[in-house]
Structure formats: structure tokens, C-alpha cells
């Protein structure tokens, strides 16, 4: 989900393969999903995507309108595909560090176009927080709808979005003895959204977030210079353990290599 080594894609084109296929999205076949959806959906679910996409999600309105989510975690991907009934694809991306390294990955992906995507950009819009990505909705949508004020955020809403977020552009790693110890960091080069999740969260949840640290600078392919920051968390048997404990709920965290490290901890209480 996350490096820490920055990758420039320098792929051309992509070739997608099909992995499970949906029916092209009609205007007919788009009542009935938004009617079920809207129907369907609750804040929590709102709250869930909207961690993943302002960490690998996206939105474009270039030659037409698209939010995707990329990942080489098919798991997520598959729901994504599932729950908005979109076909899902994989493509081998070849990537190259800023020293020069070449890698070579599938990348898992499922994208929604359209009236779709103007549907799904709206209804998560409320719970994205990263300002950049608010500004690609608005700019898929036309408009620029109301962004949930953190203070109507409930403890279970923003449980949802740090689990998934950290599900992408998170870590979770667990030490002592017994593994009885857990840290977690955020990455990200938006050191400004990093302080709005930890306050966030560290006011709903009871302190997650101990700090924010600035990790490396780099170059990217076009000589851009950024730096990259981490929000640094830490759970024990007497810290934060409720939070972890909480991730494990059903329909929370949807990354089973992550969610296994979680549930270990938890185990060692």
C-alpha cells in the first residue's frame, strides 16, 4: 500500500486485464444501484471510503469522469468492485525510484465513470480531509458540496476512516517480547492533512496520534521537490487498546494482511 522509496510510473499505456466483469452502466441500470445505494449506504460507510480515497483513491474530470482506487492489495479493490458494481482489472505497472531502481507490480484496480462517479464523489465528499482531494471531487462534480464539520463527526465515523486510511497509506507494525506492542504511521507528502487526522482522531478516540514527523525529501521525475511526513501512533495494553480492539468490528477494516497484525495484538492483551 505504502513505500517509503517514492515511484514514478513510466508505464504508457496501460494493459488492463478483466478480472470480474460487470455490465456497462446504463441509464436504467444506474436508477435501480443509485436507488439501492442510497437506500443501502450509512455514514459509516461514507466514512470508510472516504479513508480510502484520500489515500488511494482518485478523481478526474480530463476527457471524461472517473474515481478509481488502485492498489496491489487485491482485497480492497474486489470490494470496491463488489459494492459499486464495477468491473475489476489488473495491469503491470513498471515504476522507477528517484535513484534509478526499476520495479515491476500488478496493480489491482476498479474505477467508476460518470453518473456514477459524479454519485460516488458526492457521497464521500463529506468525509474526505485531505484538501487536495476535496479539490478533485469538486472539480469531477462541477459544485463543491459541504464538507462534515469535525465537531459532528461521531467516534464510530471517524474509526471507520482512520482504519481504512491507514489501510492505505498506513503501517502497522508490532514489537516486545510477545508482539504485545503495536505502532502505526500515516504517510503523506500533506503534512497539513496529517495534523487535521490526528486532531481528529485524537479527539474522538481518545488519543491515537502522538506526533508528526518529516520523514525524506525527494525529487520526482520532473525535478519537483517534496517531502514526505508521518503521523506516528502506538498502542499497548494500557494505551489506546479500545482503539485497536474497534477496528476489528465487522465491516471496518477491509485488508486482511493488515487487519491479521491488529488481531495478533489484540490477542496479547
Known amino acids: 500500500a505504502y513505500s517509503e522509496e517514492p515511484m514514478e510510473n513510466i508505464t504508457g499505456e496501460k494493459e488492463m486485464t478483466v478480472i470480474i466483469k460487470y455490465p456497462v452502466a446504463t441509464k436504467e441500470r444506474n436508477k435501480v444501484f443509485f436507488e439501492k445505494k442510497d437506500q443501502e449506504f450509512t455514514n ?66 476498479a474505477a467508476v465513470r460518470g453518473k456514477k462517479a459524479e454519485w460516488l464523489a458526492k457521497t464521500v465528499y ?40 491507514l489501510e492505505g497509506d498506513g503501517y502497522y507494525g508490532l514489537f516486545g517480547k510477545h508482539r504485545n506492542y503495536i505502532q502505526v504511521f500515516l504517510y503523506s507528502r500533506h503534512v497539513q492533512y496529517l495534523s487535521d487526522v490526528k486532531t481528529l482522531v485524537n479527539d474522538k478516540l481518545g488519543g491515537l496520534f502522538s506526533g ?37 468490528e465487522e465491516n471496518v477494516m477491509t485488508l486482511d494482511r493488515k487487519k491479521q497484525r491488529v488481531q495478533e495484538f489484540v490477542n496479547y492483551k
Not at 508528526?212 to 514526505?228: H, L, P, Q, V
Open 126 to 165: 463529506p468525509y474526505l480531509i485531505k484538501e487536495e482531494k476535496k479539490d478533485y471531487a469538486a472539480k469531477l462534480l462541477g459544485y463543491r458540496p459541504e464538507s462534515k464539520d469535525f465537531e459532528d463527526w461521531t467516534p464510530e465515523e471517524v474509526r471507520n476512516y482512520i482504519a481504512t486510511a
Open 44 to 109: 459509516l460507510d461514507r466514512a470508510k471510503w472516504g479513508g480510502w480515497f484520500d489515500t488511494d483513491g482518485s478523481f478526474s474530470n480530463l476527457d471524461q469522469k472517473i474515481a478509481k482506487l488502485s492498489l496491489v492489495d487485491r482485497q480492497p479493490i474486489e470490494l470496491f468492485s463488489k459494492t459499486f458494481e464495477t468491473s475489476l482489472t489488473n495491469y503491470l505497472n513498471k515504476t522507477i525510484t528517484p535513484e534509478g531502481v526499476k520495479h515491476e507490480i500488478i496493480v489491482y484496480q
Open 212 to 248: 508528526i514527523s518529516e520523514r525524506r525529501s525527494y525529487k520526482t521525475k520532473k525535478g519537483e521537490e517534496r517531502t514526505m511526513y508521518r503521523a506516528n501512533g502506538y498502542g499497548s495494553s494500557k494505551l489506546n487498546f479500545g482503539i485497536f480492539q474497534s477496528f476489528l
